[in-house]
C-alpha cells in the first residue's frame, strides 16, 4: 500500500470530522471558529478548508470561517486601554448563537488531538468524550 501524503491525510481527517464528528446533514451550515482566540488561527487554514470541502460534499448549504489575527491581537495587547479588555464583538457571538439556535453546527479545531464540534442547539459535545461539558 503506498503511503499517503499529508493533504490525503488532512482530507479524510477533515472528511471525519465532517461525517462523524458533526454528522452534518444537507442542508445545514456550518461555522468554522475558536472563541478562545477570536478566530481561527491561519495555520489552521488547510484543515479548514478540507473541513469546508467535505461538509459541501455531504450536502452542507453554507460554511464559513472565522480567521484570527493574531497580529491585530498583539497590537492590541500592547497599545489599548488597560480598561478596554472586556470590550469584545458581541455582534459575532450573537451571529454564531443564531446559527446554533437554527440547528446549524461549530467546529472549533484546536491544537488539542480532538477538535470541539457542537453539533446543533443542543449544545451536545462531540469530542474525547459525549460526557464533556
Excluded at 488532512?10 to 472528511?15: F, H, Q, S, V
Excluded at 445545514?28 to 472563541?35: D, E, H, S, V
Excluded at 481561527?40 to 455531504?58: D, G, M, N, T, W
Excluded at 457571538?93 to 457542537?118: F, H, K, R, V, Y
Amino acid at each position: 500500500m503506498a503511503k499517503k501524503s499529508h493533504q490525503e491525510m488532512l482530507a479524510k481527517y477533515a472528511e471525519a470530522i465532517v461525517k462523524v464528528g458533526l454528522n452534518i446533514r444537507a442542508g445545514q451550515r456550518l461555522i468554522i471558529t475558536l472563541g478562545a482566540a477570536r478566530g481561527v488561527p491561519h495555520q489552521f487554514a488547510p484543515l479548514v478548508r478540507e473541513i469546508a470541502k467535505a461538509a459541501y460534499a455531504v450536502g452542507a448549504k453554507y460554511v464559513d470561517a472565522i480567521f484570527a489575527d493574531e497580529e491585530m491581537l498583539r497590537i492590541r495587547i500592547q497599545n489599548a486601554p488597560k480598561d478596554s479588555f472586556d470590550e469584545y464583538p458581541k455582534w459575532q457571538i450573537q451571529a454564531i448563537l443564531n446559527m446554533l439556535e437554527n440547528g446549524d453546527a461549530l467546529c472549533s479545531p484546536s491544537p488539542a488531538p480532538t477538535p470541539i464540534c457542537w453539533a446543533d442547539s443542543t449544545r451536545t459535545w462531540l469530542g474525547a468524550s459525549k460526557n464533556a461539558p
